[in-house]
């Protein structure tokens, strides 16, 4: 087959004119009886490249998907516009799914959703053998590997496939896997030396920018004045977190409701249809929240906590502007986040691994440099250059030399004798009265004191910044307490500089965004001048561009 059937297809069925890159290219792999893997950031269209290939070839094609919940949706969107699509799952009744299975029987489906569970109970693959399969979609495809972030355990037996039916090509699609997921994945499908096709995850309209994470709250209320009406998600930690914080967004006035894994199946799928309706405005969510969620015009996504890692990031503001236009994207920081995160994974499975990546997020965290080329870096794609829209090249960070901060902080972790952790260290260096500082004699040690001019909370930024540059590093071992690394003796000892970054607190940043708002609303005074006049008219022409010819 060519590729003209496809195009007409594209156009028939769901009215696009042209394939987006890659999208032609992944279709005509399957035409020639190839596996594939398809890496897309979400949104990129992932579903094109098996749909096109289901309704122009000879026989069904059946798309494994582990999103039960979205494939009846999935399903009545693509008979609207006349794809002869069904799905098969645990949620059916007896007689529902009989008719579905007739259908297939009949030769007369493009396409079948099946869940995991029913493409590998007993029976089915003898059931598929009747009539003819033209293509395995394997959809969210990470969720085969471990290292995924949503390993499902049923997903490993999906090898089968590849085994029982060697010549129909097996796509594997997924919006999030770093180079190991990948492999991971490809492996356990059978596919090992499958093709790749990655598209570029780049969102150059997602504007990234990351925050001190203090006085969040505050904060955020802050953030949503600026935009009225606009539809938005809240990344929580916790369920209990999603709960609190919307409750005081409510209180606040704004509609906005919570959203994790222990509400009812029912509750959860009111909270997503009311956002997708613009009925919510705000869904405060744990991660459990937006898999498969197709909104288009979400735009901000805000984390209230940091992810474990940057495909989980990346995944989630990925559900801001979908619409291609503007959108923001907040991540709160704090050093205690970064711990608290730790503290959770070590006691997991494969915690090694997960580690390193919670680390990878914490040096997106703390990143100095345009954020956009860690982001695409950490998939493999390199930018080359600095992006414009994240808050890095917004402002870029001033540095100072911070060789003395540097080394009030390191002595005093030489003088405690590594014994303790951040918390108290730094109470000590501002000379905390407190009991328990008194009692241990901690007032005796001669750094007591020596950081009396600096807040707890810029404290433990500039610590933050000593364990980024080697200077100091964290025994997770034993009670996170600091230790020195060697760079440390070069400081204190051979008279190294250390060069810190200037760190913003809220007040700097209030003051930053208030004289920004007095430009603005200082502006209209200059009204007659020449830029005035010509921005005027660079509107009106747009509006008249804008306007659809007769
Ligand atoms: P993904 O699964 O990769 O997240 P989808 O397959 O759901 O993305 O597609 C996202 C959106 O892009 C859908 O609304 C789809 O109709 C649209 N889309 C896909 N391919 C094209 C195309 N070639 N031209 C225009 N829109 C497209
Ligand atoms: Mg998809």
Known sequence: MTSVPARAALKKYFGYDDFRPLQQAIIEHVYAGKDGIVLMPTGGGKSMCFQIPAVTMTGTAVVVSPLISLMKDQVDGLRAV??????????????????????????????????????LSSGFFTFLRRRRVCLFAIDE????????????????????LKQAFPNVPVLA??????????????????????????????????????????????????FLRDRPQQAGIIYCLSRKQTEQLSEKLREAGYRSEAYHAGLTADRRAKVQSDFIRDKTLIVCATIAFGMGIDKSNVRWVIHYTMPKNLENYYQEIGRAGRDG????????????????????ISGSGNAEIQLAKLDRMKEYAESLACRRRILLNYFSEDHGEDCGNCDVCANPPERFDGTVLAQKALSAVARLRESTGIGLTIDILRGSGRKDVLANGYDQIKTYGAGRDMSTYDWSQYFGQLIS????????????????????????????TVELVKFQTIRDRKQAEESQTAKRAAAPRSR???????????RTLAREASIPPY
């Open 469 to 496: 540059l080697g200077y100091l590093y964290v025994a997770h071992e034993d009670f996170n307490k600091l230790r020195l690394a060697p760079a440390a003796r070069r400081v204190l000892f051979e008279g190294e």
């Open 325 to 344: 236009t503007d959108a923001d994207t907040l991540l709160f920081y704090s050093y205690n986040d970064y711990l608290t995160l730790k503290d959770m």
């Open 82 to 119: 006349g794809v002869r699509a069904a799905f098969l799952n645990s949620t059916q009744r007896g007689s529902e799914s009989h008719e579905v299975e007739q259908a297939y029987e009949n030769g007369e489906l493009h396409l079948l959703y099946v869940s995991p569970e029913k493409l």
């Open 141 to 160: 495809a990470h969720c085969i590997s471990a290292w995924g972030h949503d390993f499902r355990p049923e997903y490993t037996r999906l090898r089968q």
């Open 528 to 538: 007659n001048s020449l830029f005035d006049v010509l921005r005027e008219l660079r």
């Open 173 to 222: 699609l997924t919006a999030t896997a770093d180079r190991l997921t990948r492999r991971d994945m490809a492996e356990q499908l059978g596919i090992a030396d499958a093709q790749q096709f990655i598209a570029s995850f780049n969102r150059p309209n997602l504007r990234l920018e990351v925050r001190p994470g203090q006085k969040r709250r505050e904060q955020i209320v802050r």
